[in-house]
């Protein structure tokens, strides 16, 4: 069964330096760390996304848990994604780091990929996550981002970009809307 490729990859595969001096700056933003507390609980989410070699949009949908260790300042995130192409685990963290910073993690399905440079911050009240990676099998190098904002079903929403060489920027490659599960 295949598993996901291009931009899902960068979903599951972050290892993120987020600078969040702007969100503690600005009341209107919320702050980065109350951001993370509020993506606190069960959610489902529907969308789609490119997969595949031949990069055809697809239906996603997942099941995510987050959880909040205050102690730690970090939010755990568990959970599931799928299309027709395969299923694969989410688990990661994204965590507090001397209330400048968030720092984080997720575990890859990829082993044919190498995380060379991550980037991230909080502004406007959304979270944006940067990495570029390349790949052991081929050497090609790619280029993805994601942005995670809150949405007004009181879930988020994740927009995906992969970094496009031939226009020099980054093209929307899927969004996957997560609300509320209800447990």
Do not use: H, W
């Not at 102690?71 to 780091?97: P, W, Y």
């Amino acid at each position: 069964m295949k598993l996901f490729v291009s931009i899902t990859i960068s979903f599951l595969a972050f290892i993120a330096n987020a600078s969040a001096e702007e969100a503690q700056a600005s009341q209107t933003n919320g702050g980065a760390r109350e951001f993370l507390e509020s993506m606190v609980g069960e959610y489902r989410g529907r969308g789609e996304v490119l997969v595949g070699p031949a990069r055809s949009q697809e239906r996603v949908s997942c099941k995510l848990s987050n959880n909040f260790d205050a102690a730690a300042l970090a939010l755990a995130i568990n959970g599931k994604c799928a299309t027709t192409q395969g299923r694969v685990d989410v688990d990661g963290t994204l965590k507090m780091n001397d209330d400048k910073n968030i720092v984080g993690s997720f575990l890859s399905t990829s082993k044919d990929s190498e995380i060379t440079q991550s980037s991230g911050s909080f502004s406007n009240g959304s979270l944006t996550l940067s990495m570029s990676m390349v790949s052991k099998r081929t050497g090609d190098l790619s280029k993805t981002r994601q942005v995670v904002s809150r949405n007004s079903e009181g879930g988020f929403s994740s927009v995906f970009y992969k970094y496009d060489n031939a226009s020099k920027s980054y093209l929307e490659t899927g969004k996957v809307n997560f609300t509320p599960s209800g447990g």
